[in-house]
């Protein structure tokens, strides 16, 4: 178990994440009852479930914890937002070694079925049965910085502004911290007047393509790599279709294949 659990969470993966959920102690007074479940164990089940897209009741007994203990454990987190401060932990590792380029990000949105739940809707591209929508902000070479998550028949335009306003400030190698790029660039669903003021705003330059003006091929010269960063979501195979009825926990597995994406790229 033990060889398992730490290739599914490596020693470097763990101290960041013990940086947001400190390792809790429990003293029982009276003494006696069960070993509390390691932290690290369940971490490892979750990964598992997250990776293999396997249900909470298929998790192995070689992780050690239960299958209840493990979901209690990552609703408890959810609730706690651990697995977006753990996102903007890594980001930061990312950012202090100059990994993330900030002169060029990209927008883009995948829809996946889903169960009934909040935010869910019809999918106008699936012939309306009902899905969910993960919206994804990259950098220049395609590393994931913001993602949030809207019903499927949500207008990819109407999640511009709480997206891009959602970017941390991450840790740069030299200065302050900084949490606007140069450049957003986004395909012609974004394409609104009031969407290219309200970027210009903030001192970032749209690059959207105009409706009618500009053709695909000349589009994907700069925004194939968020294309790339959709099909390594796909690696998360929990993410090919949304089980969650609870929105909190559909983002949480959203929020922890960025986490591990942009880990893998802290590890090469």
Not at 12 to 21: G, K, Y
Not at 128 to 152: E, M, Q
Not at 156 to 184: E, F, N, T
Request: proline share 7%; charged share 30%.
């Amino acid at each position: 178990m033990a060889r398992l659990v730490e290739r599914l969470v490596p020693d470097e993966l763990w101290e960041l994440f013990r940086r947001v959920v400190p390792e809790t102690v429990v003293i029982r007074p009276q003494g006696g009852g069960r070993r509390r479940a390691g932290d690290r164990e369940c971490l490892a089940a979750i990964v598992f479930v997250a990776t293999s897209g396997c249900t909470w009741r298929q998790v192995p007994p070689v992780f050690g914890p239960a299958w209840p203990t493990v979901y209690r454990r990552f609703a408890r987190w959810s609730a706690d937002r651990v697995w977006a401060r753990l996102h903007r932990i890594v980001l930061d590792e990312l950012g202090s070694r100059g990994e993330l380029d900030w002169s060029r990000f990209a927008i883009d949105s995948v829809s996946v079925r889903a169960l009934k739940g909040p935010l869910t809707g019809p999918n106008p591209t699936d012939r309306g049965k009902n899905g969910s929508k993960i919206h994804l902000v990259t950098d220049r070479s395609g590393l994931p910085v913001a993602v949030g998550i809207s019903a499927a028949n949500t207008h990819d335009s109407l999640a511009l502004r709480p997206l891009v306003a959602s970017i941390p400030p991450v840790r740069s190698r030299r200065g302050p911290r900084r949490r606007r790029p140069g450049k957003l660039h986004a395909d012609k669903g974004y394409d609104y007047p009031h969407l290219r003021r309200w970027l210009r705003e903030r001192g970032i330059t749209p690059r959207i393509a105009r409706r009618g003006k500009e053709t695909s091929r000349r589009l994907g010269r700069h925004r194939w790599v968020i294309e790339r960063t959709m099909s390594w979501l796909a690696g998360c195979r929990r993410l090919h279709r949304r089980y969650e009825r609870k929105a909190e926990h559909f983002l949480a597995f959203t929020a922890l294949a960025t986490t591990l994406i942009n880990y893998r790229r802290l590890t090469k």
